[in-house]
T-cell receptor, first 112, second 114 residues
Framework: AQSVTQLGSHVSVSEGALVLLRCNYS??????LFWYVQYPNQGLQLLLK??????LVKGINGFEAEFKKSETSFHLTKPSAHMSDAAEYFC??????????FGPGTSLSVIP | ETGVTQSPTHLIKTRGQQVTLRCSSQ?????VSWYQQALGQGPQFIFQ???????GRGNFPPRFSGLQFPNYSSELNVNALELDDSALYLC?????????????FGQGTRLTVV
């Protein structure tokens, strides 16, 4: 069975500071990993995905994530936070024949 | 290329009633999944439809049921509504069942049960 944990239900950063949102997964087979963002009262938007082609994945809006098999991690980073990055971020995992399983989410606040 | 669209956007129902939520999948996508997202939580998988058949189900009781139509659009039906069914219901479509493709989500239907 697969599962996802996200350390820190709420993260605050200053505008211009590094954003680091943590995600660890559990999977018995090689996983596909995703980060989604959700703005208030909206659906989920795909930020990036890892599908084994490259361990460092670049996504939209300047975000990237690195797959580390030894640490079972897929942390999301952005070098410089912008006010518009304030949102809820979800890490998710799936395997070829399973369904997408989401983590509990991390709420990102950006302080001016 | 159209995205995933859901209707209605908001709905208020009384406990014990039945509700039907609708989803049109993204063009070219034949797989539809439904998720329930309670306030402050991550989405929880309800079920998935592929080629008009249910293809996997999460931990939800039988009063949650669904349909997929030949044009790949889908419905989620919930009978005997309970207060705890209040949530954002998200529909997601993907190009095919399985594989590495990401799911693309609609804006959701906010259901409030009173």
């Amino acid at each position: 069975a697969q599962s996802v944990t996200q350390l820190g239900s709420h993260v605050s950063v200053s505008e211009g500071a590094l954003v680091l949102l943590r995600c660890n997964y559990s999977s018995s087979v090689p996983p596909y990993l995703f980060w989604y963002v959700q703005y208030p009262n909206q659906g989920l938007q795909l930020l990036l995905k890892y599908t084994s082609a490259a361990t460092l994945v670049k996504g939209i809006n300047g975000f990237e994530a690195e797959f580390k098999k030894s640490e079972t991690s897929f942390h999301l980073t952005k070098p410089s936070a912008h006010m518009s990055d304030a949102a809820e971020y979800f890490c998710a995992v799936k395997t070829s024949y399973d369904k997408v399983i989401f983590g509990p989410g991390t709420s990102l606040s950006v302080i001016p | 290329e159209t995205g995933v669209t859901q209707s209605p956007t908001h709905l208020i129902k009384t406990r014990g009633q039945q509700v039907t939520l609708r989803c049109s999948s993204q063009s070219g996508h034949n797989t539809v999944s439904w998720y329930q997202q309670a306030l402050g939580q991550g989405p929880q998988f309800i079920f998935q439809y592929y080629r008009e058949e249910e293809n996997g189900r999460g931990n939800f009781p039988p009063r949650f049921s669904g349909l997929q139509f030949p044009n790949y659009s889908s419905e989620l039906n919930v009978n005997a509504l309970e207060l705890d069914d209040s949530a954002l219901y998200l529909c997601a479509s993907s190009p095919r069942e399985g594989g590495a493709e990401a799911a693309f989500f609609g804006q959701g239907t906010r259901l409030t049960v009173v």
